[in-house]
């Protein structure tokens, strides 16, 4: 969560780039972290839910209307990222790479782990997602993304585990 990324940066004093001193800066990266928890993080979730883990995971149909609405939702939230924070910048918040470019690249990964191309048609966002990549390191940001990216490979759930979330997952998306 975002209070645990803050509390990190506090506790072990991490480089300046992730959670800047600067309070400009800092202000920035806190306008993301603000924004993204009720736009990106709800339409990515929702776009991976919709698109696999409902209707494979869990075995619940979704409507191709229900699929449609959340696709076109995570392309509007994609847009005002692009629009708003991205801007013709090389990172979301300061210029280097900070909790903002991880928090966001972290929820972009859910919607791609269902089959979405969410940088394709994208250029400043895909070329954005590249130096986010490089500055965490390839190999890290592929472990960390590893799970999610098998998303739309997941075997169906046993029926006592989907009984159990079913109504937390349905509260979850909505």
Known sequence: SVAILLYMTRKYKVPDHWYPQDLQARARVDEYLAWQHMALRRNCLRALWHKVMLPVFLGEPVSPEMLAATLAELDVTLQVLEDKFLQDKAFLGPPHVS????????????????????????????????????????????EAHEVILKAKHSQPADPTIKQKMM???????Q
């Open 99 to 142: 909790l903002a470019d991880l928090v966001a690249i972290t929820e972009l990964m859910h919607p791609v782990g269902a089959g979405c191309q969410v940088f394709e048609g994208r250029p400043k966002l895909a070329v954005w997602r590249q130096r986010v990549e490089a500055a965490v390191g390839e190999v890290l940001f592929q």
């Open 167 to 173: 109504s937390r997952v349905l509260a979850m998306i």
